[in-house]
């Protein structure tokens, strides 16, 4: 059974930067599908920025492409995601999310149904 814990969450001022991390335990994530999901109350789960690690090809959503960087450390079974140029919209709870396959189609990448563990979340807050 997976267990993912996120960090590195917090509050920042637009244009800022904040880094954060998914360790996974009990799994290894091989070739694997991972991908970093942020949900604001009242709103569907959205899927921002994912990752295959058989050959760490990326998606990003338009809303996060170019200012969000998604990247894994396979040895220490870590997920990471770099937020760049923060914005306010940005405000939400992040999660991780892995599934125990490589997703296919590519198309089903940030959908929720396609993960099987999902960490607790770390709060992002971007002030304006």
């Known amino acids: 059974q997976a267990q993912l814990v996120e960090s590195g969450g917090g509050s920042v001022q637009a244009g800022g930067s904040l880094r954060l991390s998914c360790a996974v335990s009990g799994y290894t994530v091989g070739s694997s599908s991972m991908t970093w999901f942020r949900q604001v109350p009242g709103k569907e789960r959205e899927g921002i920025a994912g990752?295959?690690?058989?050959?760490?090809?990326?998606i990003y959503a338009d809303s996060v492409k170019g200012r969000f960087t998604i990247s894994q450390d396979k040895v220490k079974n870590m997920l990471f995601l770099q937020m760049n140029s923060l914005e306010p919209e940005d405000t939400a709870m992040y999660y991780c999310a892995l599934a125990n396959r490589r997703i296919w189609p590519p198309s089903l990448w940030a959908t929720v149904a396609s993960y099987a563990y999902w960490g607790q979340g770390t709060q992002v807050s971007v002030s304006s």
């Open positions: 990752i295959y690690a058989g050959d760490f090809e990326t």
